[in-house]
Structures are given as structure tokens and as C-alpha cells.
């Protein structure tokens, strides 16, 4: 059974950076595409960076040259690492894994999902 474990979320002023963390255990990691999502009280969840299989990426317009996804095969491990945050980017982070072919930030795609993180940004 896959499970999926955040760490990193905080709290930081407008402009500062963060760095999530996602442990995946369970599987082989490096077949699995990888995202990041983020959810708002009363909204959807949103997706914002994906990093398929071959290490391909895809990003929300909203986070394109801010954040960053990257993983690392050999400690099963994913990251996001977000630059220049704006209080809009307050939301609870969640990491997701799937196994296959699909819109990489769309959240119908994801079979785990990790417990979430909180990240607040204040201005």
C-alpha cells in the first residue's frame, strides 16, 4: 500500500521561501508521476507542479517561475520548493502519486494522497 507523508509547511512572510517534503513508501517510486495539490476552505483542490516518471514537469500558471518540483528516485522522495510566496499561497499542500497516463494537475488523476501540510503567508 502506497502511503505518502508530507513534512516542511510553516509559516513565512510575503516573499520568503519554503521547501515541502513528500516520503513515499510502499511501491517502486520512480514509476509513479508525482504531483503537488493545494486546497483552500470552500474551494477545489488545486493542482500546482507535477513531475511524471521521466522526470517531465508541468506547473499551474499561478506558481510558473516561483516554484519547483523535483525528485530524488533514491531516497523516495519528492519536493516542492516555493520562491517569492504571496499570501494566495496560503493553502494546505498536499503531494498525490499515480500510476499511469492522465492530466498531471488534474486531482482525478491521483489514486494516494498524502495528509497534508499547512502553509500560511502572511503579507
Known amino acids: 500500500q502506497v502511503q505518502l507523508v508530507e513534512s516542511g509547511g510553516g509559516s513565512v512572510q510575503a516573499g520568503g521561501s519554503l521547501r515541502l517534503a513528500c516520503a513515499f513508501s510502499?511501491?517502486?517510486?520512480?514509476?509513479?508521476?508525482m504531483g503537488w495539490f493545494r486546497q483552500t476552505p470552500g474551494k477545489e483542490r488545486e493542482g500546482v507542479a507535477a513531475?511524471?516518471?521521466?522526470?517531465?514537469?508541468s506547473y499551474a500558471d499561478s506558481v510558473k517561475g516561483r516554484f519547483t518540483i523535483s525528485k530524488d528516485n533514491a531516497k523516495s522522495t519528492l519536493y516542492l520548493q516555493m520562491n517569492s510566496l504571496k499570501p494566495e499561497d496560503t493553502a494546505v499542500y498536499y503531494c498525490?502519486?499515480?500510476?499511469?497516463?492522465?492530466?498531471?494537475?488534474?486531482?482525478?488523476?491521483?489514486?494516494?494522497w498524502g495528509q497534508g501540510t499547512q502553509v500560511t503567508v502572511s503579507s
Open positions: 498525490a502519486a499515480a500510476d499511469g497516463v492522465g492530466d498531471v494537475l488534474s486531482q482525478n488523476f491521483y489514486t494516494y
Open positions: 510502499g511501491d517502486t517510486y520512480s514509476r509513479y508521476c
Open positions: 513531475i511524471d516518471s521521466d522526470g517531465s514537469t
